[in-house]
């Protein structure tokens, strides 16, 4: 099982990234997909979720109407399109697979994403 995040990096303050997780090793579309972030010193939290059926999305108060999550089941991907960034979105972003079904949890590595003032 492998969650490889991409596309962080170095961003001025009003400005847009775009993540990507590339799923493999398990069925993903089977799974509810979702983006974490932790920034230094403070727990992790849930950004957005993405449900396996529907397309569902749910966002944290503090970026709904700037975040947008989405996959691509054909690709095994899911993304979060990230626009007007502030500085306090800076942490390490995580990707997650969940299935409430059986349990199975599983979670990338981070990619970094800093917002400059």
């Known amino acids: 099982v492998q969650l490889v995040e991409s596309g962080g990096g170095l961003v001025q303050a009003g400005g847009s990234l775009r993540l990507s997780c590339a799923a493999s090793g398990f069925m993903f579309s089977r799974f509810a997909m979702s983006w974490h972030r932790q920034a230094p010193g403070k727990e992790r939290e849930l950004v957005a979720e993405?449900?396996?059926?529907?397309?569902?999305?749910s966002y944290a108060e503090s970026v709904k109407g700037r975040f947008t999550i989405s996959r691509d089941n054909a690709k095994n991907t899911v993304y979060l399109q990230m626009n007007s960034l502030k500085p306090e979105d800076t942490a390490v972003y995580y990707c997650?697979?969940?299935?409430?079904?059986?349990?199975?949890?599983?979670w990338g590595q981070g990619t970094q994403v800093t917002v400059s003032s």
């Open positions: 993405i449900v396996s059926i529907g397309g569902g999305t």
């Open positions: 997650r697979a969940f299935n409430r079904s059986t349990g199975y949890d599983y």
